[in-house]
């Protein structure tokens, strides 16, 4: 498939994007299913491959002539030394992990072409080994990151970083627009070294990149109908374009999907801790516990504490998948539900309900508790009734509609509809509070700045 056309001038590169339409097959791979690619050279001449532009990830690479036991290489292009100029051979193995897969190679050094810039010596991944069959049925071949330095396999430098290294761009940004219209193949666009103004409208707000690593940023509050959930208290956001979904933690994607009908599993668990404990639970909060500390003192949980602490967050973009899965030591199901219901308790006691009204409503969270495999149904029918929902970034209220965070997917001519919203729970030390992933159809909405000389992210309304 060919690409749009790229064009380049002053430092400023424009590469056009195309998508790939959202399938089961696709979808099942969540979160990271891809679906905006462009097209990069390498070597000399120019290799062609389709690839990711990921700011969740910061390593680029491709498939290897040499990988021969790897299903998923035979179906894409596979980059060949020999028949470069300028390749360095370096030979350093390689493992770089993803929500979706993991990839084993070795790096090697050549010339990158993107639109008409040369970007000399990159190191990258020649991938021989692709430990996914999302990658074998993928339409890109590879994934170029552009997240940062801090995070790269082999602390490669990344390809942007290479790009402002030899001064081969007008300014120390890049930028996103994803086009918003399914019935069209044109994806979108990725800009090098400027903005494109026909892409949005109004100012961007800026916010600083609070963490380095990924584009991290702080999230003052998420909305739903325009009322507070009560759960962002010192929350971050890692805008991420490798990601079609939006990832937040299990309470509050629990109490979205409950809103917009979203149909879930029963999960037993939940119900059973309710059914057992949600008397005592609620006396307990009442009377002052320390909430981190009631699931313990019920003997749930068999240590005093929450969940273990953590301030790394490395490579927890590439474990998205793992949403549920709870092996920590002392966390079972039963102490993972348990954590669970004490936030949706206090949200309830916030709001001055009864405790029979706490207990109602807690159990109809369970029902619609995030799947740790696969998405959440909604009722396509609904979706003129469902709520926005809105992340307060810089002050300002992003706001999405159903209509931007409903995903519709086909099978067999069929039209689905899914909840974009995905459960992911990260162990944080404070102050750091919940993590949440923005990606595709947050950016969709918001036309996105990424301006690594004042360690900032920008967000406009997309046109």
Known sequence: MSMAMASSSNGVVRLGLKKQRLGFKTVHGAPRSYRHFGEI???????????IFDTGSSNLWIPSSHCHFSVACFFHSRYCSANSSTYTEIGKP????????????????DNIKVGDLVVKNQIFAEAVREGSVILTLASFDGILGLGFQDISVGNVAPLWHSMLQQSLLAEKVFSFWFNKDPSVNEGGEIVF???????????????????RGYWQIELEDFLIADQPTGFCI???AIVDSGTSFIAGPSATVTKINDAIGAKGFANLECKKVISQYGDIMWQLLLSGLQPDKLCSNIGVCSFNG???QSGDIEMVVEQKREMHNDTRVGQGLLCA??????????TELKQDKTEGQAIEYVNKLCE?????????????????IMPNVSFVIGNKSFDLGPQQYILRVEQDHVTFCISGFIALDVPVSPPHGPLWILGEIFMEAYHTVFDFGNLRVGFAEAT
């Open 41 to 51: 050279g390498i070597g000399s001449p120019p290799q062609n491959f389709t690839v």
């Open 306 to 308: 929450s969940h273990a």
């Open 337 to 346: 539900a348990c954590e669970l219901i004490v936030v949706w308790i206090q």
């Open 234 to 236: 010192n929350c971050s």
């Open 368 to 384: 619609t508790l995030p799947n740790p495999t696969t998405q959440l149904a909604v009722d396509c029918a609904e979706i003129p």
């Open 94 to 109: 390689c493992k770089i992990n993803y929500g979706s897969g993991m990839i084993l190679g070795f790096f090697s050094e």
């Open 193 to 211: 070294g400027g903005i494109d103004p026909r892409h949005f409208k109004g100012q961007h707000i800026y916010v600083p990149v609070v963490r």
